[in-house]
Antibody, heavy 131, light 111 residues
Framework: QVQLVQSGAEVKKPGASVKVSCKAS????????ISWVRQAPGQGLEWMGW????????NYTQKLQGRVTMTTDTSTSTAYMELRSLRSDDTAVFYC????????????????????????WGQGTMVTVSS | QSVLTQPPSVSGAPGQRVTISCTGS?????????VHWYQQVPGTAPKLLIY???NRPSGVPDRFSGSKSGTSASLAITGPQAEDEADYYC???????????FGGGTKLTVL
C-alpha cells in the first residue's frame, strides 16, 4: 500500500542540526512532490516547505529560509529534511506528506499540481530541542 | 496568527449538524485555489478528509461534506459520532506567500 515511513524520535541540543528521513513506498516516487509540516506541542500545523521528487526543486517558507534544507534520494525513494541551528521553539512533531502529482499541461510542460491535497502522511517524528 | 481563520472549537450532539468555517482571502481561497480538510486525532498524524473543496477520499463517511464560496470554505458534519472528536484543519495554497497555508485548527467535541 502507499505509505510514508519516517525516522525515529530525536533529542538535540540548541544550536545542533537534525535530519529526518521519509521513505516512500507503493507509488512512483518521482511522480510527486513531498511537503514537510511541523506541529509544536499543543499547536496547529505549520507548512515548512516542499521538494519535487521529480527534479529536486524546492520551495521553503520564508520563516525557515537559511535554516532548512530538503533533499531526495530517488534511488531509495526517500526524502530528507534537515533543520539547523535548532532552538527550543523548534521542538515539534515533523511530518512528511505526499502532494503535487505531476501532470502534462496543454502546452506539454510537465508540472506539479499545486492544487493537490496532502493525501498521504508519514507517522511523524518527534524532535525535542533541550539543553 | 494563521493565514486561514477557523473557530477554535465547535460542539454538537449526534443528530445535529455541525459546521466549521475557514476564512481566507483573495490570495488563497478567493483565487480559485482548492481547499482541503484534514482530521487529526490527538497523538496521530493528520488524515485527509475532504479534497478539492468537496470530494471525499475512499473510506470517509458521507456525513462529512465540504463546500467553498468566495474567500471562505466550510466543513459540515451531519450527525457527529463519538469517534469524530478530533481537531480539524483547512488548507489551501497562497499565491502571495507562494506556499501552502493551514487554518489554526478547530476542536470538535461531540456532546
Amino acid at each position: 500500500q502507499v505509505q510514508l515511513v519516517q525516522s525515529g524520535a530525536e533529542v538535540k541540543k540548541p544550536g545542533a542540526s537534525v535530519k529526518v528521513s521519509c521513505k516512500a513506498s507503493g507509488y512512483t516516487f518521482t511522480n510527486y512532490g513531498i511537503s514537510w509540516v511541523r506541529q509544536a506541542p499543543g499547536q496547529g500545523l505549520e507548512w515548512m516547505g516542499w521538494i519535487s521528487a521529480y527534479n529536486g526543486n524546492t520551495n521553503y517558507t520564508q520563516k525557515l529560509q537559511g535554516r532548512v534544507t530538503m533533499t531526495t534520494d530517488t534511488s531509495t525513494s526517500t526524502a530528507y529534511m534537515e533543520l539547523r541551528s535548532l532552538r527550543s521553539d523548534d521542538t515539534a512533531v515533523f511530518y512528511c506528506a505526499r502532494t503535487t502529482r505531476y501532470y502534462y499541461d496543454r502546452r506539454g510542460y510537465y508540472l506539479p499540481e499545486i492544487n493537490d491535497a496532502f493525501d498521504i502522511w508519514g507517522q511523524g517524528t518527534m524532535v525535542t530541542v533541550s539543553s | 496568527q494563521s493565514v486561514l481563520t477557523q473557530p477554535p472549537s465547535v460542539s454538537g450532539a449526534p443528530g445535529q449538524r455541525v459546521t466549521i468555517s475557514c476564512t481566507g482571502s483573495s490570495s488563497n481561497i478567493g483565487t480559485n485555489y482548492d481547499v482541503h480538510w484534514y482530521q487529526q486525532v490527538p497523538g496521530t498524524a493528520p488524515k485527509l478528509l475532504i479534497y478539492g473543496n468537496s470530494n471525499r477520499p475512499s473510506g470517509v463517511p458521507d456525513r462529512f461534506s465540504g463546500s467553498k464560496s468566495g474567500t471562505s470554505a466550510s466543513l459540515a458534519i451531519t450527525g457527529p459520532q463519538a469517534e469524530d472528536e478530533a481537531d480539524y484543519y483547512c488548507q489551501s495554497y497562497d499565491s502571495s506567500l507562494r506556499g501552502w497555508v493551514f487554518g489554526g485548527g478547530t476542536k470538535l467535541t461531540v456532546l
